[in-house]
């Protein structure tokens, strides 16, 4: 037997799909092709009145709108899509909505530095855990939801065998899974956030270890202050962060809702469940793990807006000075929001969101590059966001795709193209992993890009764009949108889909 059947293959991922409602005209959902056929009958209407003027227009507003509604790019952003960001681009410069000015002159309370945007309206709450460590709970009340934060250390894949990278992949599938059945949870997701590493801390880890003056060893010494003069050339801090979203909707009762769930409530309900989350957490190859408390996220918080405030966080507690922080003094003291970035005190950012995912098979390293630190990059922060579909709905949903991917076949019975092929294999592979006991998400995904103000802003965009290409994902800049996008790529929670103008809901099946 030859060394390469002994050897096992690396193990594929693959078969993600995006959501589409087919309606009866190519292009277009079941709302979408209830508005042209309505268009069509008063068409009708008028030509039997002989209103050939109406009739004309009526006909003109109809070939406009289809075209509106069915020009799409290859991001899968239509015509009207576009139309509407503008509109409301241009409403809120109009409105000076996209300036933002803190402090005592600013538009928060006198002598606060509150967050702005959505995230203005964001409350911040501590509870304690059924082991005594606190976290801190973020109130949305746009969403009616409450977010809890996770850090973790994850070790990475250097030096780990492919068996075990496999299991932890597993796991993290298994987690996922599991995520559908958790009580109340409306989505979860994870941010990986790289920037370069600060000398003080490794200058820091030292001190704290070295032993007694008496009994120190000289060259050892020379060697220990060589390491922490050279290590730190290159370097980077790597931070891994679960956030997870509860709704305070109780749900319904005979048709009726209920009262929304209070803050105290809350706690008293997700407080004992925590441990046993975080535990499952570092079964996935996390690391360890703990909730962050609420000074925890003030701090991540007012250094994502402010990367200098990184350093002096940093030199105070190598001075051993307890800082406090409240959270309406985590926002910036000035922020500005352009069509394609976003400025934010010292800072310069570019958010992008995903359109498109990996095509075909691919291995559990194909995030490897696009996820690695970058020396331009004052920071990088990767959230992917995911929603557990209810194990109650699975079984429609995929359903549904099997029978839209029928019916993208049938459209050319003599020769269907490649991908409505394609688009049926995954399909039914789909439905029968889902019979087997396979859980079904929907998710999607953020990446910012943080850079100081003198840094040449085309070269690092350039460079976060060539590495997404290289883990095969499409990105697409948040444009008109950049403060939105930057806010709900940090791991607090937020869903974009409840920031809309028009409905998630609705433009899915236009």
């Not at 008028?46 to 109809?62: N, P, Q, S």
């Not at 928060?108 to 967050?115: A, N």
């Given at each position: 037997?030859?060394?390469?059947?002994?050897?096992?293959?690396?193990?594929?991922?693959?078969?993600?799909?995006?959501?589409e409602?087919?309606?009866?005209?190519?292009?277009?959902?079941?709302?979408?092709?209830?508005?042209?056929?309505?268009?069509?009958?008063?068409?009708?209407?008028?030509?039997?009145?002989?209103?050939w003027?109406?009739?004309?227009?009526?006909?003109?507003?109809?070939?406009?709108?289809?075209?509106?509604?069915t020009?799409?790019?290859?991001?899968?952003k239509?015509?009207?899509?576009?139309?509407?960001v503008?509109?409301?681009?241009?409403?809120?410069?109009?409105k000076?909505?996209?300036?933002?000015?803190?402090?005592?002159?600013?538009?928060?309370?006198?002598?606060?530095?509150?967050?702005?945007?959505?995230?203005?309206?964001?409350?911040?709450?501590?509870?304690?855990?059924?082991?005594?460590?606190?976290?801190?709970?973020?109130?949305?009340?746009r969403?009616?939801?409450?977010?809890?934060?996770?850090?973790?250390?994850?070790?990475?894949?250097?030096?780990?065998?492919?068996?075990?990278?496999?299991?932890w992949?597993a796991?993290?599938g298994?987690?996922?899974?599991?995520m559908?059945?958790?009580?109340?949870?409306?989505?979860?997701?994870?941010?990986?956030?790289?920037?370069?590493?600060?000398?003080?801390?490794?200058?820091?880890?030292?001190?704290?270890?070295?032993?007694?003056?008496?009994?120190?060893?000289?060259?050892?010494?020379?060697?220990?202050?060589?390491?922490?003069?050279?290590?730190?050339r290159?370097?980077?801090?790597?931070?891994?962060y679960?956030?997870?979203?509860?709704?305070?909707?109780?749900?319904?009762?005979?048709?009726?809702s209920?009262?929304?769930k209070r803050?105290?409530?809350?706690?008293?309900?997700?407080?004992?469940?925590?441990?046993?989350?975080?535990?499952?957490?570092?079964?996935?190859?996390?690391?360890?793990?703990h909730p962050?408390?609420?000074q925890?996220?003030?701090?991540?918080?007012r250094?994502?807006?402010?990367?200098?405030?990184?350093?002096?966080?940093?030199?105070?507690?190598?001075?051993?000075?307890?800082?406090?922080?409240?959270?309406?003094?985590?926002?910036?003291?000035?922020?500005?929001?352009?069509?394609?970035?976003?400025?934010?005190?010292?800072?310069?950012s570019?958010?992008?969101?995903?359109?498109?995912?990996?095509?075909g098979a691919?291995?559990?390293?194909?995030?490897?590059?696009?996820?690695?630190?970058?020396?331009?990059?004052?920071?990088?922060?990767?959230?992917?966001?995911?929603?557990?579909?209810?194990?109650?709905?699975?079984?429609?949903?995929?359903?549904?795709?099997?029978?839209?991917?029928?019916?993208q076949?049938?459209?050319?019975?003599?020769?269907?193209?490649?991908?409505a092929?394609?688009?049926?294999?995954?399909?039914?592979?789909?439905?029968?992993?889902?019979a087997?006991?396979?859980?079904?998400?929907?998710?999607?995904?953020?990446?910012?890009?943080?850079?100081?103000?003198?840094?040449?802003?085309?070269?690092?965009?350039?460079?976060?764009?060539?590495l997404?290409?290289?883990?095969?994902?499409?990105?697409?800049?948040?444009y008109?949108?950049?403060?939105?996008?930057?806010?709900?790529?940090?791991?607090l929670?937020?869903?974009?889909?409840?920031?809309?103008?028009?409905?998630?809901?609705?433009?899915?099946?236009?």
């Amino acid at each position: 037997m030859s060394a390469e059947e002994t050897e096992s293959k690396p193990r594929t991922y693959g078969n993600w799909m995006k959501p589409e409602e087919k309606g009866i005209l190519p292009g277009l959902g079941p709302l979408g092709t209830g508005i042209i056929f309505m268009v069509c009958i008063v068409l009708v209407l008028l030509v039997i009145k002989t209103e050939w003027i109406a009739a004309a227009c009526v006909t003109l507003a109809g070939v406009m709108l289809l075209w509106l509604v069915t020009h799409r790019d290859q991001h899968g952003k239509s015509a009207a899509d576009k139309i509407i960001v503008r509109v409301g681009w241009w409403r809120s410069r109009r409105k000076k909505e996209n300036v933002w000015r803190a402090g005592t002159l600013g538009y928060g309370r006198p002598g606060s530095v509150m967050l702005p945007g959505i995230l203005g309206q964001v409350e911040l709450a501590e509870g304690t855990d059924a082991t005594g460590v606190p976290f801190g709970v973020l109130f949305c009340p746009r969403q009616d939801t409450y977010t809890v934060v996770v850090n973790s250390s994850p070790s990475g894949e250097d030096l780990v065998d492919r068996d075990q990278i496999d299991r932890w992949v597993a796991m993290w599938g298994v987690f996922k899974a599991d995520m559908a059945d958790e009580q109340g949870l409306q989505h979860f997701g994870v941010t990986i956030e790289t920037r370069p590493e600060n000398p003080l801390q490794l200058k820091q880890e030292v001190d704290r270890l070295r032993g007694p003056r008496e009994e120190e060893d000289e060259f050892s010494m020379s060697v220990l202050q060589e390491i922490v003069r050279t290590y730190p050339r290159g370097s980077t801090d790597v931070q891994a962060y679960l956030f997870f979203t509860f709704s305070a909707d109780r749900g319904k009762r005979k048709g009726v809702s209920t009262k929304k769930k209070r803050l105290q409530e809350f706690l008293q309900e997700f407080g004992p469940r925590l441990p046993y989350l975080v535990q499952k957490v570092q079964e996935t190859g996390a690391g360890a793990c703990h909730p962050m408390s609420a000074q925890e996220l003030c701090r991540y918080v007012r250094i994502a807006y402010d990367s200098q405030a990184k350093d002096l966080f940093e030199e105070a507690d190598a001075l051993g000075q307890d800082v406090t922080m409240d959270w309406s003094q985590c926002g910036p003291m000035a922020a500005e929001a352009s069509w394609d970035s976003y400025r934010h005190d010292g800072d310069v950012s570019v958010t992008w969101e995903l359109t498109q995912a990996p095509r075909g098979a691919v291995q559990s390293s194909i995030l490897r590059r696009f996820l690695s630190p970058q020396a331009n990059l004052s920071s990088k922060r990767v959230t992917w966001l995911f929603r557990p579909v209810p194990p109650e709905k699975t079984g429609d949903l995929v359903d549904s795709d099997v029978i839209t991917a029928q019916y993208q076949m049938t459209l050319n019975k003599s020769k269907p193209t490649a991908r409505a092929m394609r688009r049926m294999r995954a399909a039914t592979q789909t439905a029968e992993e889902e019979a087997n006991g396979a859980g079904l998400e929907n998710f999607s995904a953020f990446c910012t890009a943080t850079i100081a103000k003198d840094a040449d802003l085309h070269d690092a965009t350039a460079a976060v764009e060539s590495l997404a290409a290289t883990a095969r994902l499409r990105l697409r800049k948040v444009y008109g949108s950049q403060d939105s996008a930057f806010a709900a790529c940090l791991p607090l929670g937020l869903d974009t889909r409840r920031y809309t103008v028009i409905p998630a809901e609705v433009s899915e099946k236009l």
